[in-house]
């Protein structure tokens, strides 16, 4: 894997940190690739269960490289453009991603934000599309994701003004889940990640399968969508944890999960 990110293994989680701190953690083909590289090792590791994403130094993300676009350089993963910018964007996995804002994330960088699960966020950071000053589009998966995370005519004010966001407006719009001071946000990411390590895997996989395959159905009173979560479901209540979980509460005790 490239130093362009680095994946650090704390217990059950994996904190991937985007490591061109020099360039305000601006995406290149380097990074993209050591990032993409990482979320596929977090995806086939059971060992890891949860993924906190973080930047070097004072940026979280900048967002593209603009030198080396500049240079006609291409920033995506040469092996694996299919994941999308950053190669993680159009790159899912059924593991949480957890982003831990540390600080500059406006642009393709928000864009991050939005493709993961959850998110934590420094108090003196700022989120936005400002694409549209400088004639471009969001097109790293803003425009289609902001809607649906938050309110509509609030997710066309931000695509339409450019205008950012402080922390405390994306919380109360949803956007993050938690803002704490700087010096906070990677240790309360950590705190969310492992919260959510200590349950079942199978189950919390499974879970995040569901709520994203949901936005592929319409109504919720139609079949469809029912197969689809019954699907997903059962494998999970057939499993040896599902047998683990009543066990351990009977006996008072915590439970030993297996993954399988």
């Known amino acids: 894997m490239s130093d362009a990110a680095v994946l650090e293994r704390r217990g059950r989680v994996a904190v991937i940190t985007l490591n061109r701190p020099e360039a305000m953690n601006a995406v290149d083909s ?3 690739s050591a990032v993409g590289a990482a979320l596929e090792e977090l995806a086939n590791d059971p060992e890891l269960r949860v993924g906190v994403i973080t930047g070097a ?13 500049a240079q006609g350089r291409d920033i995506s993963d040469p092996q694996h453009p299919e994941y999308g910018f950053a190669g993680l964007v159009q790159h899912f996995v059924d593991k949480p991603l957890i982003a831990a804002v540390n600080g500059f994330a406006l642009g393709d960088g928000t864009e991050i934000v939005l493709a993961c699960d959850l998110a934590v966020m420094s108090d003196q950071a700022t989120l936005g599309l400002p694409e549209v000053k400088r004639g471009l589009v969001a097109a790293a998966g803003g425009l ?9 005519k609030i997710a ?30 990677l240790a309360r990411a950590l705190e969310l990640a492992e919260t959510i390590a200590a349950n079942a895997p ?14 592929d159905f319409g109504s919720d009173w139609e079949q469809p969508i029912w197969q689809m979560n019954m ?30």
């Open 30 to 32: 380097a990074l993209s």
């Open 57 to 69: 130094g004072r940026a979280f993300c900048a967002g593209a490289d603009l030198k080396a676009l």
């Open 144 to 152: 289609l994701r902001l809607p649906r995370q938050i309110p509509h």
């Open 156 to 185: 066309l004010e931000m695509a339409l003004t450019g205008a950012p966001i402080d922390a405390d407006t994306a919380l109360r719009w949803g956007l993050v889940n938690r803002v704490v001071s700087a010096d906070q946000v």
């Open 202 to 215: 199978l189950a919390v996989r499974a879970s995040k399968r569901i709520i994203h395959r949901s936005a």
């Open 231 to 260: 699907e997903q479901t059962m494998p999970v209540f057939l499993s040896k944890d599902a047998a683990e979980g009543p066990r351990a509460f009977a006996e008072k005790r915590e439970p030993r999960w297996r993954g399988e």
